[in-house]
């Protein structure tokens, strides 16, 4: 009588659970929210049915829309310089040589690892040492610190992976400096530039605790929009604008990641 082997169940690898339960916890709250921001109840506790009001009234209340404008204004005010400076900061540390410069390196990038509280208490101690008055520009000074060096660590990473003898064979053929920079190292920097700049402009947005300490009166961001809402409980109108931040987030994000990996590729 011929005994057919036993097959073996499948088992599954302990990896496999343990990133399962890691994703879960990660994005699990994400759901809920995103859930509960589609609730007709105005308290999240309880279900009451199915709604888009919530998303529809974000674009008729006027401080959301007074605040996501001062958002935007900030964004794209402290993306803009930190993109010339910090491309022009990741050229010189990669490409020159000069005394210090190994410490001059770490200090540039200092703002990544520093924690916000620390860099909002001192730039606050700053503005107030030189009697310089709050405002939304002294929001985009500050923002300007950290997408600086966000937008130099990018920028340097894809300058590591270019040949530098183009740009020497370019001077060579009678280029100036300047046209070697123009027309040789920054089109093939722009991969690395644009995806430093989409990810400095997704922490300016997001960013609440360094706006809250710069900001001056009547300056409120979106993040600061929402924290001062929270104070009265957690509404179906904060869900659903909490949930638009993070898909813009996420979306702004990917797309960076995608330029940053089809630039090395090319």
Not at 89 to 103: I, N
Not at 108 to 134: E, G, K, M, Q, R
Not at 204 to 221: E, H, P, Q
Request: aromatic share 12%.
């Amino acid at each position: 009588m011929n005994i057919s082997p036993s097959r073996k169940k499948p088992r599954v690898a302990w990896q496999a659970v343990f990133s399962i339960l890691i994703f879960a916890f990660m994005y699990l709250p994400i759901l809920v929210l995103g859930f509960y921001s589609f609730n007709q109840s105005p308290y999240s506790a309880t279900w009451k049915g199915f709604t888009l009001d919530w998303y529809s009234r974000l674009f008729d209340d006027d401080r959301i829309l007074s605040a996501l404008q001062n958002s935007l204004i900030v964004a794209f005010c402290a993306v803009g310089i930190s993109a010339v400076l910090g491309t022009l900061m990741a050229v010189g540390l990669g490409r020159y040589r000069f005394p210090g410069k190994k410490l001059y390196r770490g200090i540039s990038y200092l703002p990544v690892i520093i924690p916000d509280i620390a860099i909002a208490v001192a730039t606050l101690v700053f503005l107030a040492a030189f009697a310089i008055p709050l405002s939304l520009w002294t929001i985009v000074a500050a923002h300007v610190v950290f997408c600086l060096a966000y937008v130099g660590l990018v920028v340097s990473s894809r300058l590591t992976n270019l040949d530098p003898h183009l740009e020497e064979a370019a001077l060579d053929l009678g280029a100036t400096p300047v046209q070697a920079f123009t027309k040789v190292l920054l089109p093939q920097l722009m991969p690395g530039i644009i995806a430093g700049c989409l990810l400095a402009f997704v922490l300016s947005l997001d960013d609440f605790l360094i706006a809250s300490f710069t900001a001056g009166s009547g300056y409120n961001t979106l993040p600061m929009e929402i924290f001062s809402r929270i104070k009265a409980g957690v509404k179906p109108d904060i869900n659903a604008l909490s949930v638009l931040l993070i898909l813009v987030s996420a979306i702004v994000a990917f797309v960076a990641e995608l330029i940053r990996a089809l630039g090395e590729k090319k």
